[in-house]
């Protein structure tokens, strides 16, 4: 039938790659599949728009499935859909194609499952080797994304770079759920992961977080970081922090959160993750500083009503305690602005505001 061939590109009878083509764009889909009709290895066959594309795998059992980042089903999109499909046909190789080569969508492509990606501003004369790579389960990309993996990687701290004594005081157990935490993973991630109960994650966490004399998850990272990079400035550790869960600062930020708009106008001031911006990053910074003024008299006025329902000695204990903590623990949530700037950055946006 003539409207066949839109969808459709015919490969011999010995080609063993069956390729599905799922584009957000039904018409860059059609040229994509027919890009393989000339080519006897492939045979392509594109996800109809009216389709189900959970339901279009489970049918043709391709060998790789193209899929755009930002195409959508009735029921997930974009990367979650990615990660929905591995989890139902994960014998099914993905070649994810993204908008640009940028070190945030390429890490969370091969974190949703991708065996490769292929960036819409890469040469199209290397799409069909990548597709090919991808049907063998080989890691494919190009040199830009293959950096920016190989950084996000470097930056991941590493449990194994602890020093030996204070490594040798956890079981093999919890240096798995110590790796799993700092990579920004929940109780409830790793429960499942694990397939144990969350109550006796929790109880590994307590337990790592005894053994190496931390109170928290942060804290945990700094532990780590300080030990592996052996650097004591906090933007390090910021860094490490912010591109693993920026999406998570972004959302908390535009509801309304100072410290999530502080750390996304820090990550855009350095580049965290995000291409640097100084105009976005003055106006989260400027969010920050608004939201936290609010938030400070907010404080006091919560804690002039506290002061007179707690006892003079119990009141001068946690005192003591916030001014402890302010001074010894290098948490993010304890630094003001200005210490996690370049002094000249911090003059600057003063300045400019």
């Not at 990367?79 to 945030?104: F, G, M, S």
């Not at 700094?222 to 999406?247: G, M, W, Y």
Request: net charge neutral; with cysteine.
């Amino acid at each position: 039938m003539p409207g066949t061939k839109m969808h459709t590109s015919r490969a011999s009878e010995e080609q063993v790659i069956r390729i599905v083509v799922a584009d957000r764009d039904h018409m860059t889909t059609q040229l994509l599949v027919q890009s393989f009709a000339q080519d006897r290895r492939f045979l392509a066959t594109a996800v109809p728009p009216s389709a189900d594309i959970l339901d279009f795998i489970s049918a043709h059992q391709p060998d790789v499935l193209v899929i755009d980042s930002g195409y959508e089903s009735r029921r997930f999109k974009g990367l979650h859909l990615c990660r929905h499909i591995k989890a139902q046909q994960p014998q099914v190789n993905l070649l994810v194609i993204l908008d640009a080569a940028e070190r945030e969508p390429v890490v969370a492509a091969f974190r949703a499952g991708a065996t490769g990606v292929f960036s819409r501003t890469a040469p199209l004369t290397t799409f069909h080797s990548r597709v090919e790579q991808v049907s063998l389960g080989e890691l494919s990309m190009g040199a830009c994304e293959a950096a920016h993996l190989l950084a996000h990687l470097r930056a991941n701290p590493s449990i194994d770079l602890l020093d030996r004594s204070r490594l040798g005081r956890l079981t093999a157990r919890e240096v798995e759920i110590a790796e799993l935490v700092t990579q920004g993973h929940t109780n409830a991630d790793i429960a499942r992961h694990l397939r144990l109960s969350h109550h006796t994650i929790k109880n590994y966490v307590f337990r790592i977080f005894e053994k190496l004399q931390v109170s928290n998850r942060v804290e945990l990272l700094f532990t780590l970081l300080d030990q592996s990079n052996h650097v004591s400035d906090p933007t390090v550790c910021i860094r490490a922090a912010v591109e693993k869960k920026f999406d998570s600062y972004l959302a908390a930020a535009q509801e309304g959160f100072a410290l999530a708009a502080f750390v996304v106008g820090v990550a855009y001031l350095e580049g965290y993750g995000v291409t640097p911006s100084e105009e976005t990053a003055y106006y989260w910074l400027r969010s920050a500083e608004t939201n936290s003024r609010d938030i400070q008299q907010k404080c006091r006025a919560i804690l002039e009503g506290l002061t007179s329902k707690i006892s003079g000695t119990d009141l001068e204990y946690w005192e003591q305690r916030v001014r402890a903590d302010a001074q010894n623990k290098p948490l993010l949530e304890t630094k003001l602005p200005e210490e996690l700037l370049r002094p000249s950055e911090v003059m600057r946006l003063a300045q400019a505001s």
